[in-house]
């Protein structure tokens, strides 16, 4: 390798063969790697090399001199600026053939699959379809409020007033709240850099219901007039069911912290999934996208077969969003989850929908699953991105059921796990589903689905 190969600040002149798994373009200079955002696989363009590693270097787009077939203009304003979306300079076609590639390859260069996997399910709404925000905030010198995502690779806001990924019932109320926010003159601290304040304001609405709840985290609840401001949103808007404040004290990059305050009205919106009624609180997780994730629903059906006294262990379940739908169809479901809160909504969402073949445990999941993987027929895991621990690959490798369905967010992490259950058990993949839950952005969901030979 050249020790030094160009400088900083040097323009290049690169063709685009590929597209990295953040969604950067990837183009080579002298036998090195460069990553350009904002790019696609096919163009030629002009960069600016902006940083210089070891085995790569990174570049700013300076110009799109043969711009590829799927090219579009983004419909945000902020696309080149914010690093919220990656792939918004992409058409709808483009993206989905990138994210089927990505799996594909992702599966046969890290796991050693050839694998039988499905056409991607694409979204139908590509825009409008977020039903959650979690925006940064901070306050300039002269008390002016910013509200937006971060730049790319960088804690350095983008300020915005509208995110077109973001459903419009939600989207629209971003800039009113952020007038009001910075006439109140509270603090606004989102780093903890100097003494705490506001640090995140979440959105979150029932895609079904249209009942929206706004959550303001802070490190404390010493802001004055706060319950007067919670009552005079809910009157202004009456989606809006309720308006709560999440304490979360720590220097942490975990958003919310443990505690959460209702302010006005109730703590949780009501919404409908899959047949189901759910209650879904401020600080509890449930998938960005209802309509594809109802679309993940009749895969688990298909990949589980007949439930009718079978018995499924969902493991991560959070507030039963699958094992609910699972136990209306005649399964008996166990639910393990180390989140407080998400259990406690479980279990009322199953009382709710008289679902008693569905029960939840508070606890360590991977402590736990062993002990209940003995009597499975199935097993269900939602883990999160960084996929499997050791100890969850060990207790299913120890006692694995006769089918196991992995929904991943993270192709790489699946393609490992992957690999680690069907070397170490009897267990033969069958069949993967890539489904896009997140479109303009790099991110794709996958169910994949093993049966015991």
Known sequence: MPASPCKLGERLDLTI???????????????LAVFVPGTLPGEVVAVRVRRIAKRHLEADLIGVEQPA???RKPACILAEKCGGCSLQHASDDGQARWKQDLVQQTLRRLGGFEA?????????????????????????????????????????????????VLDPRIDGLIEPIKADLEETGWPVDV??????????????????????????????????????LAERWRASWPEVVGVCLNLQPRASNAVMGPQTLTLSGRGWLAERFAGQELRIGADTFFQVNTEQ???????????????????IVDAYCGIGTFSLPLAAHGAHVIGLESHAASVEQARANAQRNGLER??????????????????ADGLLVDPPRK????????????????????????????????????????LELRWIQPVDFFPQTSHVEAVAVLERS
């Not at 029960?359 to 062993?370: G, R």
């Not at 621990?389 to 992490?413: D, F, M």
Request: one cysteine or more; a neutral charge; glycine letters at 10%.
């Open 17 to 31: 063969d590929g597209l990295g798994h953040d969604g950067q373009g990837v183009g080579r200079w002298q036998g």
């Open 69 to 71: 077939p799927e090219r």
């Open 116 to 164: 039988p996997l499905r056409p991607l399910l694409s979204s139908a709404r590509t825009l409008g379809y977020r039903n959650r925000a979690l925006i940064p905030l901070e306050r300039t010198e002269d008390g002016l409020l910013r509200a937006g995502y971060y730049r790319r690779g960088s804690h350095k806001i983008v300020n915005l007033n509208r995110c077109p």
């Open 191 to 228: 780093n903890l850099s100097g003494g705490g304040g506001l640090r995140h304001l979440a959105l979150r609405v029932g895609h079904h219901s249209g009942e929206v709840l706004i959550t303001l985290v802070s490190s404390h609840a010493e802001l004055d007039g706060l319950h007067d």
């Open 293 to 311: 994730a109802e679309r993940v629903v009749p895969l688990l059906l298909e990949a589980f077969g007949a439930l009718e006294r079978q018995n």
């Open 358 to 375: 569905a029960t939840f445990h508070q606890t360590d999941v991977e402590a736990m699953l062993a002990e209940h993987l003995v009597h």
């Open 387 to 426: 996929g499997l621990s050791p100890a969850a690959l060990a207790a299913i490798q120890a006692a694995p059921p006769k089918r196991v369905v992995y929904i991943s967010c993270n192709p790489a992490t699946l393609a490992r796990d992957l690999a680690l259950l069907t070397a170490e058990t009897s």
